[in-house]
């Protein structure tokens, strides 16, 4: 059974950093794309970043570019997202998702910042 657990969301000031993580299990991690998107408060999900199995290709949305990082360690079945130079506009729940046959998302974690 597929299984995507974000952690990391926290309140942090204007400018900072966070790093998110996301332990998955039930599939073979090593051979699944894997993307973060974030959903603000009535609004649609979005893309944030997205990396190929072997991390080889990376995207980034046009706003997060720059300032933020994604990244994979195959060996502990775990994406990451590093966040720089956090904006007030970043505030919102972010998900892990990947595609295994259906599509699969995590219950998310919040990220708040404070001005």
Same mark, same amino acid.
């Given at each position: ?29 090593? =051979?699944?794309?894997?993307?973060? /998107?974030? +959903? ?5 999900? $979005?893309? #944030? @970043? ?23 360690? =195959?060996?502990?079945?775990?994406? /990451?997202? +590093? ?5 007030? $506009?970043? #505030? @919102? ?23």
């Amino acid at each position: 059974q597929v299984r995507l657990v974000e952690s990391g969301g926290d309140l942090v000031q204007a400018g900072g950093s966070l790093r998110l993580s996301c332990k998955a299990s039930g599939f073979d991690f090593e =051979n699944y794309v894997m993307r973060w /998107y974030r +959903q603000f408060p009535g609004k649609e999900r $979005e893309f #944030v @970043a997205g990396i190929t199995d072997t991390g080889d290709r990376i995207a980034y949305a046009d706003s997060v570019k720059g300032r933020f990082t994604i990244s994979r360690d =195959n060996t502990k079945n775990t994406l /990451y997202l +590093q966040m720089n130079n956090l904006k007030p $506009e970043d #505030v @919102a729940m972010y998900y892990c998702y990947t595609y295994v046959r259906a599509d699969y998302w995590g219950l998310g974690t919040r990220v708040a910042i404070s001005s």
